[in-house]
């Protein structure tokens, strides 16, 4: 565990302090959160996320910056693009106050210690990403998930959410474990189960949170997905297991398990 300031020092005890650092917090959260909606767009085309700057997707303008500011300017410019008054989809404010919560809550959570709170801001906003290119695209970036599970199983030693061997398992129970009910779904059914892309998510999860994070995040996408499907049937009059977009819902369990004190 890493304290940069000692848990009884000025990170966690005064409250003008605790003021201070949730306000950066949520400000970062919201710049960041700014950011993933650029990543979700032009990732999956393979554009660059960091060159040209933003634009708006439907005159190709470029956004100045007193019209990027996160939340604020959708609301100054009632959701219309300056330049052709196009509408802006209300989910960019909601993705940028959403990955600002998640900034505060990884610090309520994880406190005092700093390495901590920033790996699960990363992780959050690694999450909000695959959630939301998998709901648009039934994709997933497998390159991110995995540096993401490099990046769980080499900082688990100094993190220590789990102990390394279980981090391990977590991988192997994630992966292998989903891959398998992969392979008997499609025994059964003849069709598709899970994509590589939820077998790697699955692993990701394993790796910050060990075999038992898996289980409990696919619990939670598994009740999620059965929900949608069983909503779904008077319309399609089936339950297939095709184009549910079950990386969204792993990453609302990974969240949930991320975030809920057990
Ligand atoms: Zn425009």
Redesign the pocket.
């Known amino acids: 565990m890493i304290d940069v300031i000692s848990s009884d020092g000025l990170w966690a005890s005064t409250p003008p302090m605790v003021i201070f650092t949730v306000t950066m917090l949520a400000s970062f959260g919201l710049v960041i959160g700014s950011y993933l909606n650029v990543v979700v767009y032009r990732l999956p085309a393979g554009i660059s996320t960091v060159y040209p700057g933003s634009r708006?997707?439907?005159?190709?303008?470029s956004v100045k910056p007193w019209d990027n500011i996160p939340v604020v300017s959708y609301l100054l410019l009632a959701a219309r693009?300056?330049?052709?008054?196009?509408h802006i989809s209300l989910r960019y404010p909601l993705v940028e106050a959403l990955t600002s919560i998640f900034f505060v809550v990884s610090y309520w959570r994880f406190s005092p210690d700093v390495l901590e709170v920033v790996v699960a801001c990363g992780l959050s906003s690694c999450l909000v990403v695959l959630a939301l290119i998998d709901w648009d695209h039934r994709q997933v970036p497998l390159p991110l998930v995995f540096a993401g599970v490099i990046c769980g199983l080499g900082l688990q030693p100094w993190l220590g959410w789990v102990a390394p061997f279980e981090a391990i398992q977590g991988v192997l129970v994630g992966g292998a474990g989903l891959w398998l009910m992969s392979g008997a779904w499609r025994l059964l059914t003849g069709e598709q189960g899970f994509g590589d892309g939820d077998v790697w998510v699955l692993a990701l999860i394993g790796s910050f949170g060990g075999p038992v994070a898996v289980i409990k995040a696919f619990v939670v996408a598994a009740f999620l997905a059965l929900a949608v499907l069983v909503l779904r049937i008077p319309w399609r009059r089936t339950a297939s297991l095709r184009g549910v977009p079950f990386v969204t819902y792993l990453s609302i369990g990974a969240l949930a398990v991320l975030f809920m004190p057990s």
């Open positions: 708006c997707p439907r005159c190709l303008m693009c300056r330049d052709c008054r196009g």
